[in-house]
T-cell receptor, first 112, second 110 residues
């Protein structure tokens, strides 16, 4: 099972601010994903990323969201102007295929 | 109708019991089925995945899929207190995205 770390573990930000969440895979992987889980609700898909481009995104992943691998290693999720409803756990997942998606420990985002 | 339905529990069983966790789904396009375990405030941990009807076994865990009934199950044999967690079913069609159930919270009492 691949290892992945996420930073920060907890991010508190004010509404309207930009946040960048980071995912650091320990080894090479082909597929990267971001999911989120609002407290008490289901885990929801945001975006998948393969070969340095977005392969699929959900309706949640609007123009306020973006992803990139700036240095070929870290995988980042940026939220340009945070809203209260963006408060959630954000999970990075990665793997060699779509059936084996291994999740990181998550970043708790709190928007005040 | 929700795409994936999962009884939230909580489910409480004595140590050593056989646990049965279930999900139903409405989208017949779902072809691949996964079970994840999530401890409190942690990321989901992949337990098993399968893509065909029938059973798949891995240690104390057995995943069962019945595509005709749109019903999947996870059985845990000889349950241990360390199995106490929330169990999430997830599934996908040909796309990358996983659609999750809401999870069943399991407590195994020593």
């Amino acid at each position: 099972e691949p290892e992945v770390t996420q930073t920060p573990s907890h991010q508190v930000t004010q509404m309207g601010q930009e946040v960048i969440l980071r995912c650091v895979p320990i080894s090479n992987h082909l597929y990267f994903y971001w999911y989120r889980q609002i407290l008490g609700q289901k885990v929801e898909f945001l975006v998948s990323f393969y070969n340095n481009e977005i392969s699929e995104k959900s309706e949640i992943f609007d123009d306020q969201f973006s992803v990139e691998r700036p240095d070929g290693s870290n995988f980042t999720l940026k939220i340009r102007s945070t809203k209260l409803e963006d408060s959630a756990m954000y999970f990075c997942a990665l793997g060699q295929g779509a059936n084996e998606q291994y999740f990181g420990p998550g970043t708790r985002l709190t928007v005040t | 109708q929700k795409e994936v339905e999962q009884d939230p529990g909580p489910l409480s069983v004595p140590e050593g019991a056989i646990v049965s966790l279930n999900c139903t789904y409405s989208n017949s396009a779902f072809q691949y089925f996964m079970w994840y375990r999530q401890y409190s405030r942690k990321g989901p941990e992949l337990l098993m995945y399968t893509y065909s009807s029938g059973n798949k076994e891995d240690g104390r865990f057995t995943a069962q899929v019945d595509k005709s009934s749109k019903y999947i199950s996870l059985f845990i044999r000889d349950s241990q207190p360390s199995d106490s967690a929330t169990y999430l079913c997830a599934m996908r069609s040909g796309s990358y995205q996983l659609t999750f159930g809401k999870g069943t919270k399991l407590s195994v009492i020593p």
